[in-house]
């Protein structure tokens, strides 16, 4: 099911209402941007890779075990994962079980960034992040992007265990997104259960505009045996955001005994019974027009306690909440239109 497809809720208004509003567009703001607080890793010693693949290192255990896949830099912009993976890679990960493998997925992008610009350089040519669907995989379809991901595709297709790892533009909370499966719903609960802050656990079907990684029917399909999540980290260039990647990706390796780096801990996580705040998306809202503004400024997963709140404006729309206690998951306050402006989702607890 899309992101965009309308899921049932007693007392549900619509979302988009055609009407003559009193409400006031926020004044565009300014993009946020900053100095990285922290130096970019140089990746100078990892791209070639240990394995015949650029960008790709493998371990083997040599005992048997789940191939547990972490990976960074999807976009080029976005260096939090970049830090995590330049940092295990510096100690050498010795896995107990299985195996393990750490991809720099674009780093033709990365190589383009520049501190001095931190939101430039997402992509070289299109958004490897809306490629992944087998039908345009086995396409002609071509550019820069779409050979890299041909090129690590045979990793991906013999992942267990998957983490793809993300920093956001607009300042928000640390937050797991997963393509909706109860088997990836549990893996990422059982991970934010093991991190500080705990980020939130967002069901999210996707976007209208192309499919993610952790979209990919490998991890998606109903039935399936493989998991993957997205870990949205932090602000781009926050240290926070950095150590939040770290933390997550010892953790998660630590989980499949992947590397003997803070099992422990994870099994004693494991062990306590928590409870885990996630998300469901129900609506993707999407700018119709250049002048979709939002009434006023909002945090990633606010939430809107009255059904009916105007949130934004989108040309001759209101886009309002269409339940109570609606979130607003990572609005875009400079949204392009025919982008994703904000994500509508139902807040709930997961006990586990
Ligand atoms: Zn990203």
Redesign the pocket.
Known sequence: MSCASKRRHAGRRRVRVRTVSDALPLPLPAPPAAPPQYPPPDLTPWLAGNCGLRGVHHFESGQPGPHTVVTAL??GN?PSGAYALNTLLKKGPQPRQGRLSLIFLNPDAYARYNPAHPTRARYVEEDM?RLWRPELIHSHHDSLEMRRLREVLPVIETADLLLDL??MLWPGPPLFLHSGQERNHSMACHLANTLTPSPLVIRDDGHQDGSRLIDYERFSTQGGQARACLLETGQHWSQSAAQMALLAVRQFTGLTDATSTNTQDMKNALSKKTVVKTATVTDCVQAHTAAFAFVRPYDSAEIIPSAGTVIALDGPDEIRTPYDNCMLVMPNFRVRRGHTAVRLAQPAEQTL
Request: charged share 15%; no cysteine; proline share 0%.
């Open positions: 999807m976009h976005e992040n993300h920093s």
